[in-house]
C-alpha cells in the first residue's frame, strides 16, 4: 500500500512565521497535491506538482508556495503565515494508471496560527 | 467549471436505518467520480469510486452509481452501524489535470 506521510500531527505557530510542512511518500507516483479543509468549504486545491521540480498553483495558492526537489517529497511553504491560514492541510498523491489509480491522502497537518 | 454539490449535514440516523446522502456535478466530459471518508482525528480514506457513465462503486455495504442523466453519484447504505459516523465527501476528478474537486462534506451521526 503506498503510504503518505505528514511530519507533523498538530502545529501552532505564530503570526509572521515561515512555516514549512513536509509530506513524503513511499511509492514512485510523479503526482503529489496539497489541499487544505475548512468546515463547509470541503477540501480546496493549493498547489500540485506532476515532477521533480515542477509546481502548479491551484485554486488558492496566495501565501503559499512549495518545493519538489526529490520526488517523494512535496512541502508547502507558508512564507509569513496568517491567523486565516489555520486549517487542515492534507496532502495527497496520485497513481494515474492500473489498478490503484487514484488517490492517497496523507492523515492532515491541523495548523493554528496565533 | 466543474463543481460538486453534496447535501447540507449533519445527518442523524438511528443505528440499522437507511442512509443516502445526495451528490450531484456539473463538469464537462466524463469524468471519474468518488466518495471519500473522513473518521474523527484522520485524514481521507477512498470509500468507493466510478469511473464511467452506469458504474456502481461499493465497498462495506456502501454504493453509488454513476448517473450520467441526472449528473449525479448518491451514496447509500441499508443499514448503518455506529462506526459509519463520520464525514462523507463526494469528489470529481478533472480528467486533463488529476484535480479532485470536492463538495463541502457530509456529516454523519448514527446513534445507538
Known amino acids: 500500500d503506498v503510504k503518505v506521510t505528514q511530519s507533523s500531527r498538530y502545529l501552532v505557530k505564530r503570526t509572521g512565521e515561515k512555516v514549512f510542512l513536509e509530506c513524503v511518500q513511499d511509492m514512485d507516483h510523479e503526482n503529489m497535491f496539497w489541499y487544505r479543509q475548512d468546515p463547509g468549504l470541503g477540501l480546496r486545491l493549493i498547489y500540485f506538482?506532476?515532477?521533480?521540480?515542477?509546481?502548479e498553483k491551484g485554486d488558492i495558492p496566495e501565501g503559499y508556495s512549495v518545493s519538489r526537489e526529490k520526488k517523494e517529497r512535496f512541502s508547502l511553504i507558508l512564507e509569513s503565515a496568517s491567523t486565516n491560514q489555520t486549517s487542515m492541510y492534507l496532502c495527497a498523491t496520485h497513481m494515474d494508471r492500473g489498478p490503484n489509480y487514484g488517490y492517497t491522502f496523507g492523515s492532515g497537518t491541523r495548523l493554528t496560527v496565533v | 467549471g466543474n463543481s460538486v454539490t453534496q447535501m447540507e449535514g449533519p445527518v442523524t440516523l438511528s443505528e440499522e436505518a437507511f442512509l443516502t446522502i445526495n451528490c450531484t456535478y456539473t463538469a464537462t466530459g466524463y469524468p471519474s467520480l468518488f466518495w471519500y471518508v473522513q473518521y474523527p482525528g484522520e485524514g481521507l480514506q477512498l470509500l468507493l469510486k466510478a469511473t464511467k457513465a452506469d458504474d456502481k462503486g461499493s465497498n462495506k455495504g456502501f454504493e453509488a452509481t454513476y448517473r450520467k442523466e441526472t449528473t449525479s453519484f448518491h451514496l447509500e447504505k441499508g443499514s448503518v452501524q455506529v462506526s459509519d459516523s463520520a464525514v462523507y465527501f463526494c469528489?470529481?476528478?478533472?480528467?486533463?489535470?488529476?484535480?479532485?474537486?470536492f463538495g463541502s462534506g457530509t456529516r454523519l451521526l448514527v446513534r445507538p
Open positions: 506538482s506532476y515532477d521533480v521540480k515542477m509546481k
Open positions: 469528489a470529481l476528478e478533472d480528467g486533463s489535470s488529476y484535480k479532485l474537486i
